[in-house]
């Protein structure tokens, strides 16, 4: 059965859009498609990213927490 | 079907008692699609992954020390993925009903943090900053109860220091002293232009009463004439009559007048015209008889000296034939008057003026003289007649000259 595919999903290397700008000491926050929607993850990164940037996940630290950088280009 | 469940799109089946587990799950999670479940052995428990909502009202201080009562709604739900399933199943699958009050307690005191990491101008102003404190504050936090918190929306901010009132009031002040002062314009205008149009309208109702007035004088002027037009037209017409009579007056008196004349001064005139004529008449009649008269006693006279000369010259020639002459001469005074008495008896009217009287005075004279003529004829037999006594010349010339004289007078 593919019960674990539609929970155990990682989102890296989706990207997505920042809907909280994510300063360089907290978080903030991404709006990434995963399970045929959109959800929101609490976002960290190594430089401050403003709002609407759009943006790829590098990492994820936990279910619920993810290290985006900007998208190149 | 009894055993076959299906979970609803917002749903998390959760079996438990399976064989298959997820990962190192103690149960089974399955989202999505349908699964058997064995009665006695397995147990399915049902969690809702749908949006709930907490009500939170909190006493926070604010970064500046500010004290304010915040309501706000956290709007969360469980997390879509298998471990924030697992963490909430494990957490709140018998306390859903209570999850909202619970999740909303929890969060009341991450609100306070929340409020504690920003100033009230942030909380009123940036919501960008609002919503990144709320990610810093609650995210591990919720995580660790697989909640995902959706949004915080901050209903409503209670001013129990009056922060936020003294914060307004400069521009509140400010605001309010401009609608003051534009009220005050305004008024000020309204005044101005009210009492404007005052005036204006006192000005036209000056105007108006103006032309009233004089609309009724004129009415009256009018009304005054047309009252006095019959007694004028009256004493117009009076008048005229007057003049009328004045002029049948003037014309009876000159008819009158006429009248005299003709029926009195004209035949008055006539009768003094007839007397003066009859006057003068008489007045020649008794002239040409005096004339007569006069002359016939002149001739008379001539005669008589003539005779006397006569007489001496003979006296001195001592012509007797003469002495008869002298009788003769003696006797024409006595013709010569009854000549004119014959002259003065007869009542005639002379036609022809002072001439006529002068041939009949010359034809009586004649008639003296064709006397003395013959008389004179009658003592002329020689035809040599001695010269008389002053020696100018025979006697028919005195005679003749006698004659001129008596006609000067009479013409005179």
Redesign the interface.
């Known amino acids: ?1 593919s ?2 595919d ?4 990682s989102p890296i290397g989706v990207i997505g859009r920042v809907t ?2 994510i ?1 360089t000491d ?4 991404v709006l990434l498609p ?2 045929g ?1 959109t ?2 993850f ?1 976002a960290w990164s190594r430089e401050p990213i403003a ?1 609407h940037t759009q943006v790829i996940v590098v990492d994820h630290t ?4 993810v290290i985006v950088a900007p998208l190149p280009g | 079907m009894l055993f076959w469940h299906v979970p609803a799109p917002n749903e998390a089946l959760l079996i438990s008692g399976s064989k298959r587990r997820t990962g190192d799950a103690q149960f089974r999670i399955v989202t999505g699609h349908g699964c058997w479940v064995m009665p006695v052995k397995q147990k399915a428990s049902v969690l809702a992954l749908s949006l709930r909502e907490a009500e939170i009202s909190e006493d926070c201080v604010t970064q500046q020390g500010i004290r304010i009562g915040v309501r706000a709604v956290a709007v969360f739900k469980v997390g879509d993925d298998q471990t924030s399933i697992a963490n909430a199943a494990r957490r709140f699958l018998d306390e859903q009903a209570t999850m909202e009050e619970l999740v909303g307690r929890i969060f009341a005191g991450h609100l306070r943090s929340i409020v504690g990491g920003l100033t009230v101008e942030q909380i009123i102003r940036e919501r960008d900053r609002v919503a990144q404190e709320v990610k810093d504050g609650s995210h591990s936090e919720m995580e660790k109860l697989g909640i995902v918190v959706d949004a915080l929306q901050i209903q409503e901010i209670a001013d129990t220091s009056g922060y936020i009132t003294n914060l307004a009031a400069p521009h509140a002040a400010a605001v309010a002293s401009a609608a003051r002062i534009a009220q005050a314009k305004a008024d000020q205008e309204a005044t101005e232009r009210e009492q404007q149009a005052a005036a204006l309208k006192a000005e036209y109702e000056r105007d108006t009463a103006i032309k009233r007035a004089g609309f009724l004088a004129e009415t009256e002027q009018y009304q005054a004439r047309a009252a006095q037009a019959g007694p004028l037209s009256q004493a117009r017409a009076s008048q005229e009559v007057i003049e009328e009579q004045t002029a049948l007056a003037q014309r009876q008196a000159s008819l009158a007048a006429q009248r005299l004349e003709g029926e009195v001064r004209r035949p008055a005139d006539a009768e003094a015209y007839r007397l003066r004529t009859l006057a003068e008449a008489q007045r020649d009649q008794v002239r040409f008889e005096a004339d007569a008269r006069a002359y016939s006693e002149r001739a008379v006279a001539q005669a008589r000296a003539d005779a006397n000369t006569a007489v001496a010259g003979s006296l001195r020639d001592g012509n007797q034939e003469l002495i008869a002459a002298n009788r003769t001469i003696e006797n024409l005074p006595a013709l010569a008057k009854a000549a004119a008495e014959g002259l003065s008896g007869s009542r005639l009217t002379v036609l022809n003026g002072t001439d006529g009287i002068n041939e009949i005075a010359s034809g009586i004279v004649g008639e003296g003289l064709a006397i003395l003529d013959s008389l004179k004829n009658g003592t002329g037999t020689s035809g040599s007649a001695p010269p008389l006594a002053d020696g100018t010349g025979p006697l028919p010339q005195k005679v003749t000259n006698l004659k001129r004289d008596g006609a000067g007078s009479g013409s005179s």
């Open positions: 059965m019960a674990t539609d929970t155990d999903f909280v700008s300063p907290g978080p903030g926050e995963v399970r929607g959800e929101a609490a709002r936990s279910a619920r927490s």
